[in-house]
């Protein structure tokens, strides 16, 4: 047995895994590519760890990066091992040992909220870099959660009211509708149409995601998410808006309308984070509070670094 066919075993059996380190969502966003998983065992053979991850190659490197569209990745222990600080550094000790004959140029992954496996790999040499994702943990209270609104947000809602929300929107044309968005601020968009078909027909099949859409009263499209969720968090995964509607106010109303979705769904809300200090500041006008996790890094060939470099000397040049 492989150790994905193990995994996928040993996640059915467990009582609660994020949606980002389910077997079926690293294979729709690994699709084309290679992704496995480095498992950790107890003195009995009993999986107590595992470290699923995606495997790239270029030139003569291979790393391990995070996939598209996944925020999260890294580590996931089993509940007799969180919250305690020697078994998680034993775990996380077995996958460094195994990550360390792999011939890597270089690792990267962003590890979960409160992770003990952060500290230890740090411990073991890996760097970590603190990240930022923004939450609102308590939607029992819709009226409550909008009177925490900054006053922009509350008078965006106010220019909204003509406006509603769809949820019928179709895949191809949330693609279509996203690239519009990006053109008219003379951006292009980070993933391919085929990665978001693949990905929404997996994870429709597992009935964890939904398009919502803001529309006016003429059924123009003015904003769009793509929404996905596990057990515990709705997370705001790819939202989108036209900018010729920038004073509709159909940004914060799509941002309410998916909270009211998560609160359906009786989970709580991730604005799946940002390192921007603009897209921060627009989440944080929601209510939000901020939530630390980290990225967790190691350089195993310092010439890989210095082709990083270049390769971005490379993009850069090219717009």
Known sequence: MTNKERYSEWIEAQDYVPLFLMPWWLDAVCAGKEWDVLLAED???KIVGA???LLRKRAWFKFIIMPQQTPIGGIWVTP???????????????????LDTMGL?????????GSLCVDAMKAYGFTVKERTTYRVDDLSDLNKVVESFSKNKKRQLQKALSLHAERTMDVEDFYRFHCHCLATRKRRISYSREFLLVLERKAKRAGQSEILSICDADGNVLAAAFLVWDRHYMYYLIPTYDSTFGESGAGALLVLEAMKRAREKHVMFDFEGSMNKGTAKHYQQFGSTATKYYSVEKYYKPIFRLAV???KLREWGMH
Do not use: S
């Open 309 to 311: 470099w270049f390769q």
């Open 105 to 113: 140029a270089y690792y990267y992954q962003q590890y979960l909220p």
């Open 43 to 45: 003195n009995e053979g």
């Open 80 to 98: 007799e091992v969180t919250g305690d600080r020697w078994k998680t550094a034993e775990v996380c000790r077995q996958l460094k040992e195994q």
């Open 51 to 53: 470290l699923p991850y």
